[in-house]
């Protein structure tokens, strides 16, 4: 199985920054796409962003020129840099990996256990 590990969640203020990590662990990982999910209570879980293994990307237009997905290939890590930060992300904040189906793991995508994220006015 993909373990999912996130970190760097918390409280700021209107016009702010955090900077969210993901670890993906497990025996031999085959990661597509990695990126960022997040939910309000009431509400779907929506796609932030992702990113390919080749470091194309793809933004929610909510989050376009103030959010940034990268990628450590070798850490198997996405972090997601949010910057002018608005009460309205505030949410809980997923990481999700597509996995590629191998001979020890499951394929299919798995998910992070959340880190909330709250921006205040």
């Known amino acids: 199985q993909v373990q999912l590990v996130e970190s760097g969640g918390g409280s700021v203020q209107y016009g702010g920054s955090l900077r ?5 662990s497990g025996r031999y990982l085959s990661i597509n796409a990695m990126g960022w999910y997040r ?3 009431g509400e779907s879980r929506e796609l ?4 390919l293994p080749g470091g194309a990307t793809n933004y929610a237009d909510s989050v376009k020129g103030r959010f940034t997905i990268s990628r450590d290939n070798a850490k198997n890590t996405v972090y997601l840099q949010m910057n002018s930060l608005k009460p309205e992300d ?3 904040y997923y990481c999700n990996a597509d996995q590629a189906p191998t ?3 499951k394929g299919g995508y798995y998910w992070g256990q ?3 994220v709250t921006v205040s006015s």
Not at 20 to 24: F, G, M, Q, R
Not at 48 to 51: F, H, L, Q, R, S
């Open 103 to 105: 001979p020890f793991i």
């Open 90 to 92: 505030t949410a809980v």
């Open 114 to 116: 959340g880190t909330q």
């Open 39 to 41: 939910q309000v209570p």
């Open 20 to 24: 969210l990590s993901c670890a993906a």
């Open 48 to 51: 932030v962003a992702d990113i």
